[in-house]
């Protein structure tokens, strides 16, 4: 597989149209020293004029919706629709990225790559393919300057890329896969040897070995294909040949952690569940519950 033509046809999106104009403000932004805290909130904070806290505020907007956070850039408080730091302090006492190559697969806005940073690791890198990810990535890396790396590629280039890695973080990824016993595989064949993934994805609560296929669409999402049980999960695992498979945190998704703000100009999961039984979507099926595993290769 060519890489490099991959990414180069990925980069073209990025120097056309409104792309260009956003990515050309983004380069040109001028902010000579600034101090960042890696913590629940990922915060920068800097001295700007009037005219650049403007330009830093419209450039913001523009980029929308904000998915991953929160951010501080300054004056300005990014609210994104998802309290990112749920997920990562449920799976931080079980990190140790010291001296590791750790790769970020799906990996939005870069929110869990700049609390990754924090923890020393050799090399970061994050994939996703999606160019308004990577406007916002860029945007926020101005300040954050964190040393992380984002290649506009998908999980499937993993197994091709020019390193494997110590630690990969998958989350929120695999029911958006149509084939997640492949998405496994690259995983498992992109990792060095006593790699580990940490996974995690939404389930149905249930004894079998089964998974809910959706006939149109899960919580107002179209492109969600399978939700499995834990056992089905495990067994998609043992596939894929992971070792270990380590359960970490079962819990539900609620309006604590994923929620309707200012930075999304859309609907959130109030707007995805029943109505008069928040214990289902709004096509009638089990609301979301998420559980967190740690696969060793």
Same mark, same amino acid.
């Given at each position: 597989?060519?890489?490099?033509?991959?990414? $180069?046809?990925?980069?073209?999106?990025?120097?056309?149209?409104?792309?260009?104009?956003?990515?050309?403000?983004?380069?040109?932004?001028?902010?000579?020293k600034c101090d960042c805290e890696c913590c629940d909130?990922?915060?920068?904070?800097?001295?700007?004029?009037?005219?650049?806290?403007?330009?830093?505020?419209?450039?913001?907007?523009?980029?929308?919706?904000?998915?991953?956070? +929160?951010?501080?850039?300054?004056?300005?408080?990014?609210?994104?629709?998802?309290?990112?730091?749920?997920?990562?302090?449920?799976?931080?006492?079980?990190?140790?990225?010291?001296?590791?190559?750790?790769?970020?697969?799906?990996?939005?806005?870069?929110?869990?790559?700049?609390?990754?940073?924090?923890?020393? +690791?050799?090399?970061?890198?994050?994939?996703?393919?999606?160019?308004?990810?990577?406007?916002?990535?860029?945007?926020?890396?101005? *300040?954050?300057?964190?040393?992380a790396k984002f290649e506009l590629l998908g999980v499937?280039?993993?197994?091709?890329?020019?390193?494997?890695?110590?630690?990969?973080?998958?989350?929120?990824?695999?029911?958006?896969?149509?084939?997640?016993?492949?998405?496994?595989? $690259?995983?498992?064949?992109?990792?060095?040897?006593?790699?580990?993934?940490?996974?995690?994805?939404?389930?149905?609560?249930?004894?079998? $070995? *089964?998974?809910?296929?959706?006939?149109?669409?899960y919580s107002k999402i179209s492109n969600i294909y399978?939700?499995?049980?834990?056992?089905?999960?495990?067994?998609?695992?043992?596939?894929?040949?992971?070792?270990?498979?380590?359960?970490?945190?079962?819990? +539900?998704?609620?309006?604590?952690?994923?929620?309707?703000?200012?930075?999304?100009?859309?609907?959130?999961?109030?707007?995805?569940?029943?109505?008069?039984?928040?214990?289902?979507?709004?096509?009638?099926?089990?609301?979301?519950?998420?559980?967190?595993?740690?696969?060793?290769?």
């Amino acid at each position: 597989m060519d890489l490099q033509k991959i990414r $180069d046809e990925n980069f073209k999106k990025l120097r056309s149209g409104q792309n260009r104009e956003i990515l050309s403000a983004i380069e040109a932004l001028q902010i000579d020293k600034c101090d960042c805290e890696c913590c629940d909130v990922v915060r920068a904070s800097f001295s700007a004029n009037a005219e650049q806290r403007d330009e830093i505020l419209r450039i913001a907007r523009a980029l929308k919706p904000w998915r991953k956070g +929160p951010f501080a850039l300054g004056e300005l408080f990014i609210d994104a629709e998802w309290r990112s730091f749920v997920k990562f302090n449920l799976l931080r006492p079980f990190l140790n990225l010291s001296g590791k190559t750790v790769a970020d697969v799906g990996c939005n806005n870069g929110y869990y790559m700049f609390r990754a940073s924090a923890l020393a +690791p050799a090399r970061l890198v994050g994939f996703d393919p999606s160019a308004l990810f990577y406007l916002q990535f860029r945007f926020l890396d101005q *300040f954050l300057r964190s040393g992380a790396k984002f290649e506009l590629l998908g999980v499937e280039h993993l197994p091709f890329y020019e390193h494997k890695f110590d630690t990969i973080f998958c989350l929120g990824v695999i029911y958006h896969r149509s084939d997640p016993v492949k998405m496994l595989k $690259d995983l498992r064949a992109s990792l060095n040897a006593g790699g580990e993934v940490f996974l995690d994805t939404m389930y149905i609560e249930g004894a079998g $070995d *089964f998974a809910l296929c959706p006939k149109n669409s899960y919580s107002k999402i179209s492109n969600i294909y399978f939700v499995p049980t834990v056992g089905a999960l495990q067994n998609w695992c043992e596939r894929a040949k992971f070792r270990d498979f380590e359960i970490l945190a079962q819990k +539900p998704t609620d309006a604590s952690e994923q929620r309707k703000t200012e930075w999304i100009d859309g609907q959130s999961l109030e707007n995805f569940l029943d109505p008069l039984d928040s214990s289902r979507t709004i096509e009638g099926y089990p609301a979301p519950r998420r559980i967190y595993v740690r696969l060793r290769a």
